[in-house]
């Protein structure tokens, strides 16, 4: 440690600390613009200048290293001299437009010119103008307004893992701007807007819609993906205007992924469902609320008295409420039906028997940055989980060795120790490999269960350095990513995982894919009743024999379930033609049913036209409820709602209490959310006794066989998840839906197979699963695997094929 | 993009920096480039950037940071006259007048059969030698009279 003095007050900073650290840790503010904790120093604004004893001229505060005796004086008269001639300098060619821009009133530069800055200029000459630039649609810029502090440089180039900013030319003429004719298109992009002190970089959607001081901010939580991003959702008028990072070192640092910034638009889309509507006689129309539920309740009364109780079924999406959730599994296991499930695009269920908790990271958020060596199976890792992309980019910084093993070969924009590309059916097997290596580099056995599987298999290179990563490098975790999860054989790959992850002593973690996806299990929104989570849960579902359908079940993708399904069905926050494994037969099946209420947020516009929905009930988004979410670290985070319900919109706790009331069902009188949580949680919320991503006894299926495999023959299709089509409120996010990640899905082959198709770039040919057909342009990509093509899911243009995973036929057209 | 010999003169700049650091090698590689092509196009900093692994706007910024990389066609003879102090009290400025006569063209221009480009340049290092040029970033040319314009000049016009 270093001790040294800060306007006359002692203070210690470790070794390498500079004088901002020490007054920092002593809460003296030194004007600065170009230095944040986060970044890296550069000491170009040069607004911190402090006087140091001894020094013969001032020093810039954030690049000057402490030094044992030091004195700082950061108020004396040469230092604020300093500081008041950078500031001189800065005001010279910033525009004097303050009254017109976004950024006033949470300005730096304003701020500290109130401070620092002469009550007129004695500059009078002609000011620069610098042109501005297109950076894509959400971020807005004015240049002439930057005073170059390199921050969005910098965030580039260290945080967000790309650089597409630069600060071009010199002197005078220097101009922040992207390579020629390129925009920013980094996921993380929109805390530039955050990180400019001046107005020079702002948000597009937000521009010119309100000032900032009209605005409130309320605390949230984001909705999106696992991670449980802390919001500031910011508000005028009973609006949703703006969302900001809160920060919190634990989960998301001051960052937001543009996903959680800038997905509020979908909150005031026009698409918003405001009433409640039934449809009567194919005929669509509104109805008020009492007309609505009572319709529900006896259609599900008729469904049940006609089919059985069993013959009733509910699906949730994990976006939604730990509370929502709750209530949807009570009210269905209420009415005698175990079949409630959260997990739409999962396709295997092989495991459900033997699963010991909610499946979760395994590990703390923040832990991440400290790993050594990690193995992701299955996951775009900056898309699906933009910040905690970010940690492991960090962690990969510092050392640490990224290994992964995915059909889809991406930039993860660092560094990559090892990467497997194999196609979908090849994972379980490049696993068993990476199994095969460990227990012979360790000198253990195989465990039993695998044993069988794995007696085929012999380790290839990639799985050998794989599994010298993982065993030589502690800490060292292995995730489980999105990909995997829905992939046909689910179950496998996570047997395997986690044996290797118990023979190399690794931690294992499963990445969750929404918001709420360990809440979802903890609130019991499963099939199998409630061996762990809810804890005073009605047990209704053991009553019926425990075992409900699970949701490939429910919808008609499982295929020795194929064709059946419910009779009834209750659908929160989903669009099944989106967001299920096989959207294809999920709405052929609700199409058969007798009813299917959708409670959601939105008129989605295939319920209405494909005519597979009967009731539509508004319900609202995240914004406009309290509630709770369990993030993928286990953290249990309520929030409260910010704005009130638009229009008749209602609560979905408060829907679902009042049909269970309706339907005269137990345990329904709850007043508040925090109520229903209280039945869900223990007291004081620690919820880590029902986190446990393990597995019991299980065998592995043979490594080339079984049934799951139905895509191994012909081609196969590598069906993701779009990051900016993950869940309903993105979709309607019209500035995301205008960005490059979010263009329209393209059949993605490599170029030998498009050669051996015969096949041409931007040609349109017709793809095929089972009855559904798409048309889609080629597009080259060689680094897919062979005999995979690679199609989006949860678009429009592709909900008329089948199984994201599964075999696929292409014609030319 | 660039020819193999000029791609074999980026790879022996290579040699000179650890492996990891192939920017290291962005000036030398992007003058390189210059030689070949007569000046830096989006196309060819997007090629050296990948060439050196690096992302094109780093190359971008250094492209525009120095002012011997042509970021526009010039003619294929760049003559670069300091007008820095001590030149101009020795007569840059006569010889600027004398090239505009010349070839009657002002600095930034390049004539109209596309040989000679003019350009105003900071102080060389050779104040001793003033008024100095320099022709195309490489050859220096001290003392520059009126006498010794018309002789470069005619020159370089053979």
């Known amino acids: 440690m270093i001790n040294f003095e800060i306007d006359g007050k002692p203070v210690s900073v470790p070794k390498n600390g500079t004088v901002m650290d020490g007054a920092n840790q002593l809460g003296i503010y030194i004007p600065h613009f ?44 040469q230092a604020v001299t300093a500081q008041k001639g950078v500031m001189e300098f800065l005001l010279i060619n910033h525009p004097l437009d303050c009254p017109i821009c976004d950024q006033g009133g949470e300005c730096q530069l304003q701020d500290l010119a109130v401070g620092y800055g002469a009550s007129s200029s004695r500059y009078t000459e002609t000011k620069r103008v610098v042109a501005n630039k297109n950076l894509g649609p959400l971020i807005s810029t004015d240049m002439t307004r930057c005073i170059h502090c390199t921050r969005c440089v910098r965030f580039g180039q260290e945080i967000a893992g790309i650089m597409e900013l630069g600060m071009v030319g010199r002197g005078e003429h220097s101009e922040i701007l992207a390579f020629v004719g390129k925009t920013v298109d980094s996921e993380l992009s929109g805390n530039v807007i955050d990180l400019c002190p001046v107005g020079a970089l702002v948000s597009k959607p937000f521009r010119y819609s309100a000032r900032t001081w009209e605005l409130s901010r309320r605390k949230s939580i984001s909705p999106h993906c696992g991670l449980g991003s802390n919001l500031i959702v910011q508000i005028k008028q009973n609006r949703v205007m703006r969302v900001l990072p809160r920060e919190n070192e634990e989960i998301n640092e001051c960052w937001l992924s543009d996903k959680d910034r800038f997905s509020y638009e979908g909150l005031n889309s026009e698409e918003r469902l405001t009433r409640p509507m039934i449809k009567q006689g194919g005929v669509w129309q509104e109805c008020d609320w009492q007309t609505a539920l009572e319709f529900v309740a006896n259609g599900l009364k008729d469904v049940k008295e006609k089919y059985g109780a069993e013959s009733i079924g509910a699906l949730g999406s994990a976006h939604s409420t730990l509370e929502e959730l709750y209530l949807l599994q009570k009210l269905v296991r209420g009415l005698g039906s175990a079949s409630v499930d959260h997990r739409v695009r999962q396709s295997d269920f092989r495991a459900d028997s ?31 989980h933009p910040l905690l992309a970010h940690r492991i980019r960090q962690a990969v910084k510092h050392g640490a060795e990224l290994n992964v093993i995915n059909p889809i070969d991406d930039d993860l924009l660092t560094k990559v120790r090892n990467r497997a590309i194999v196609a979908p059916d090849k994972m ?35 799985a050998r350095a794989i599994a010298i990563s993982l065993s030589d490098n502690k800490p060292a975790a292995i995730f489980i990513g999105n990909l995997a999860q829905h992939h046909p054989r689910y179950t496998d790959i996570c047997k395997l995982a986690q044996h290797i992850a118990q023979i190399s002593d690794v931690r294992f973690g499963v990445l969750g894919e929404a918001a709420n996806s360990v809440g979802a299990y903890i609130a019991g929104a499963v099939p199998f009743g409630n061996r762990f989570g809810n804890r005073n849960a009605d047990t209704a579902g053991d009553r019926h024999g425990g075992q409900g359908a699970n949701a490939s079940q429910m919808l008609g993708m499982d295929d020795a379930a194929s064709g059946t399904g419910c009779k009834a069905y209750i659908l929160l926050n989903l669009e099944p033609e989106l967001d299920c494994y096989n959207t294809q037969r999920a709405v052929r099946t609700l199409a058969a049913a007798d009813l299917v209420v959708m409670m959601t947020a939105y008129k989605s516009h295939a319920a209405i036209q494909d005519n597979y929905a009967d009731v539509l009930l508004p319900i609202a988004p995240f914004t406009e409820t309290s509630g709770t979410f369990v993030s993928t670290e286990g953290r249990v985070q309520s929030f409260n709602g910010v704005v009130a319900p638009l229009g008749e919109t209602r609560p979905a706790w408060k829907v679902l209490r009042v049909l269970g009331n309706i339907l005269q069902l137990d345990g329904f009188d709850y007043e508040t959310s925090e109520q229903v949580r209280g039945d869900v949680l223990p007291a004081g919320n620690d919820v880590s006794a029902w986190l446990n991503s393990r597995l019991g006894s299980l065998a592995v299926n043979p490594i080339e066989a079984g049934k799951e495999n139905k895509g191994s023959e012909g081609l196969q299709r590598i069906g993701e998840v779009p990051i900016y089509q993950a869940d309903l409120i993105v979709r309607r996010a019209e500035s995301l839906q205008r960005t490059r ?51 989006a899911s949860a678009h429009p243009s592709t909900a008329a094929l089948g199984g994201m995973f599964d075999q696929i036929t292409v014609e030319k057209s | 993009m660039l020819s193999a010999e000029s791609l074999k003169k980026i790879d022996y700049e290579l ?29 060819t900093m997007d090629f050296v950037a990948e060439y050196l692994d690096m992302p094109s706007i780093a190359v971008y910024e250094v492209a525009t940071f120095y002012t011997m990389y042509n970021l526009q066609p010039i003619g294929k003879y760049k003559i670069t006259v300091c007008t820095n102090l001590p030149c101009a009290l020795s007569g840059a400025n006569e010889a600027v007048a004398h090239f505009r006569e010349k070839l ?35 050859r220096m040319c001290s003392f520059m009279s009126n006498d010794k314009i018309d002789q470069l000049l005619e020159d370089l016009s053979k």
């Open chain 1, 34 to 77: 170009c230095y944040h904790k986060k970044l890296s120093i550069a000491a170009n604004c040069r607004m911190c200048l402090v006087q140091v004893e001894k020094a013969p001229k001032p020093l810039p505060a954030c690049a000057t290293p402490a030094m044992e005796g030091m004195k700082v004086f950061t108020h004396s008269g």
């Open chain 1, 741 to 791: 990640d979010a263009a329209a899905p393209l059949a993605w082959m490599s170029g030998s197979l498009m050669a051996q198709l015969g096949l041409q770039t931007e040609e349109v040919i017709r793809l095929k699963q089972e009855e559904g057909e798409v048309q889609l342009p080629v597009a080259q990509d060689d680094k897919l695997p062979a005999n995979c093509i690679r199609i």
């Open chain 1, 428 to 462: 379980v097997s490049m696993l068993a490999e990476v199994l095969k290596a460990i227990a012979e580099l360790k000198g253990v056995e195989i465990p039993d269960d695998a044993k069988n599987a794995l007696s085929t298999v012999s380790a290839s290179d990639t």
């Open chain 2, 104 to 138: 009657g063209i002002g600095f930034n221009e390049t004539t109209t059969d596309g040989k000679f480009t003019l350009k105003e340049g900071e102080c060389m290092g050779a104040c001793g030698d003033a008024p100095v040029l320099l022709v195309n970033n490489k």
């Open chain 2, 15 to 43: 040699t000179k920096y650890p492996a990891d650091q192939k920017q290291s090698a962005v000036m030398s590689a992007l003058a390189i480039a210059q030689d070949e092509k007569g000046w830096l196009t989006t196309e």
């Open chain 1, 354 to 384: 033997q699963m010991q908790g909610a499946p979760w990271l395994g590990m703390p958020i923040a832990e991440i940055s400290q790993l050594k060596s990690l193995l992701v199976i299955g996951s775009t890792l900056r898309k699906d």
